[in-house]
């Protein structure tokens, strides 16, 4: 049981460049993220999807897109890269929401030069 | 509108005093609270959760929280620091109806010698 596992650990990119980050559970949790983490402003929540083939908005969605082909998987891409979106990205899964906690992966460190 | 405020963000205490870490939050609904933990480079783990049962929480590592709905807190308390506890902590409140979790902008803990 492996948790919740993201792909890759670091990137560089260039500005412009294009990248997808991949979130991977194994707890058949319904609901996924996406956060970015950025010094003193805490997890900000970037895309969700309560479900396979389903995805929303959350606080911060601009300049990403999301797709959950399969309930085990969250795909966070980026379509051209821009240096204020050098972050730590955190993926999260959890089972119905109401009174579940989420299980978070170990993180992507991403660098836009 | 829902918001989590962490009071300090940066705490210091010497190994075996107690520790406090203060989240206030507001919400016009009944709220699911939580306190996660990040230590350096790692995801983030829970602590404890509020889910509308006892008010005082017991978590690991000898933390709890009570939720003071007259106050609108849900502080973090641990009678004795250890070294190990340094580290961010996130007090993440969830309003129960709806998707998503609000982030407090965290709280480093230093645990002096």
């Known amino acids: 049981n492996a948790g919740v596992t993201q792909t890759p650990k670091f990137r560089v990119l260039k500005t412009g460049q294009s990248m997808t980050l991949l979130c991977a559970q194994d707890?058949?949790?319904?609901?996924m993220y996406w956060y970015r983490q950025d010094p003193g402003m805490g997890l900000r929540l970037i895309h969700y999807s309560v479900g396979e083939g389903t995805t929303a908005k959350g606080e911060v969605p601009d300049g990403y897109n999301v797709s959950r082909l399969k309930k085990q998987n969250f795909l966070l891409g980026l379509e051209s890269a821009a240096p204020s979106q050098t972050s730590v990205y955190f993926c999260?899964?959890?089972?119905?929401?109401?009174?579940?906690?989420?299980?978070f992966g170990p993180g992507t460190r991403l660098t836009v030069t | 509108a829902q918001s989590v405020t962490q009071l300090d963000s940066h705490v210091s205490v010497s190994e075996g005093t107690p520790v406090l870490l203060r989240c206030n939050y507001s919400?016009?609904?009944?709220?699911?609270l939580f306190w996660y933990v990040q230590h350096p480079n790692k995801g983030l783990q829970l602590l404890l959760k509020?889910?509308?049962?006892?008010?005082l929480v017991k978590g690991i590592n000898g933390f709890e929280a009570e939720f003071k709905k007259s106050e609108t807190s849900f502080h973090l308390t641990k009678p004795s620091a250890h070294m190990s506890d340094a580290a961010e902590y996130f007090c993440v409140v969830r309003r129960n109806t709806g998707n998503q979790f609000y982030f407090g902008t965290g709280t480093s803990l230093t645990v002096i010698p």
């Open positions: 919400s016009s609904y009944s709220p699911s």
């Open positions: 999260a899964s959890s089972w119905f929401p109401e009174t579940y906690e989420q299980y």
């Open positions: 707890m058949n949790h319904e609901y």
């Open positions: 509020y889910t509308s049962a006892a008010t």
